[in-house]
């Protein structure tokens, strides 16, 4: 059974940064496309980034590039997403997910999902 478990969030300023980690079970993690989406209050889950599975292929929601990064550590089975320039439309509950993919880019759903790490960015 896939397990994914989120750490790292918390109240930060904005124009600061954290380092969300999502430590992965129950798994091939070297198999698995990994990503990183949110939820806001009242609003619908949306995608933020994405690594497949080789980690040479990274994607990002148009409203975090250049600001986010995603990574893989294959011999720690954590993937982190690092957050600079935090806003305060950053705030929500960011969610690690996970999908064993053989191609090796985006998948197009995910099928395991973390609990979630609240981040909350003060103006």
């Known amino acids: 059974q896939v397990q994914l478990v989120e750490s790292g969030g918390g109240l930060v300023q904005a124009g600061g940064s954290l380092r969300l980690s999502c430590a992965a079970s129950g798994l091939t993690f070297s198999s698995y496309a990994l990503g990183w989406f949110r939820q806001a209050p009242g609003k619908e889950r949306e995608f933020v980034a994405a690594?497949?599975?080789?980690?040479?292929?990274?994607y990002y929601a148009d409203s975090v590039k250049g600001r986010f990064t995603i990574s893989r550590d294959n011999a720690k089975n954590t993937v982190y997403l690092q957050m600079n320039s935090l806003k305060p439309e950053d705030t929500a509950v960011y969610y690690c997910?996970?999908?064993?993919?053989?191609?090796?880019?985006?998948?197009?759903?995910?099928?395991?999902w973390g609990q979630g790490t609240q981040v909350t960015v003060s103006s």
């Open positions: 997910a996970a999908e064993r993919s053989t191609y090796d880019g985006r998948p197009l759903k995910f099928g395991s």
């Open positions: 690594i497949s599975w080789s980690g040479s292929r990274r």
